[in-house]
């Protein structure tokens, strides 16, 4: 059984940086697309970044993230991290790890973690 744990989150001053991480555990399997997504108070879990592939990965992120977040991956690992930088109240949120073994349209993810807490005070 594979598990997702995610780590790294905390309390931040606006503008400060956060690193986070996703492990994966348990059955061994290789993730094609890893992702992070969050989740605000009193709003629905949105998307922010994922890493597509291994030899030469493709990243995607949200508008509201480019250029302050980057997502990386540690193939051999099996880890995802996201990098945050120049951190904004507006990035609170609990941040969720998501792993999928293939492709697919709309893109759907076979495992999730059970999130971290990111907090950003202003």
């Known amino acids: 059984q594979v598990q997702l744990v995610e780590s790294g989150g905390g309390l931040v001053q606006a503008g400060g940086s956060l690193r986070l991480s996703c492990a994966a555990s348990?059955?061994?399997?290789?993730?094609?697309?890893m992702a992070w997504f969050r989740q605000a108070p009193g709003k629905e879990r949105e998307f922010a970044a994922s890493?597509?592939?291994?030899?030469?990965?493709?990243?995607y992120y949200a508008d509201s993230v480019k250029g302050r977040f980057t997502i990386s991956r540690d193939n051999a690992e099996n880890t995802a991290y996201l990098q945050m930088n120049s951190l904004r109240p507006e990035d609170t949120a609990v941040y969720y790890c998501?792993?999928?073994?293939?492709?697919?349209?709309?893109?759907?993810?076979?495992?999730w973690g059970q999130g971290t807490q990111v907090t950003v005070s202003s």
């Open positions: 998501a792993a999928a073994r293939m492709y697919s349209i709309p893109q759907e993810y076979d495992y």
């Open positions: 348990g059955q061994t399997t290789k993730f094609y697309i």
């Open positions: 890493i597509r592939g291994s030899v030469a990965p493709v990243t």
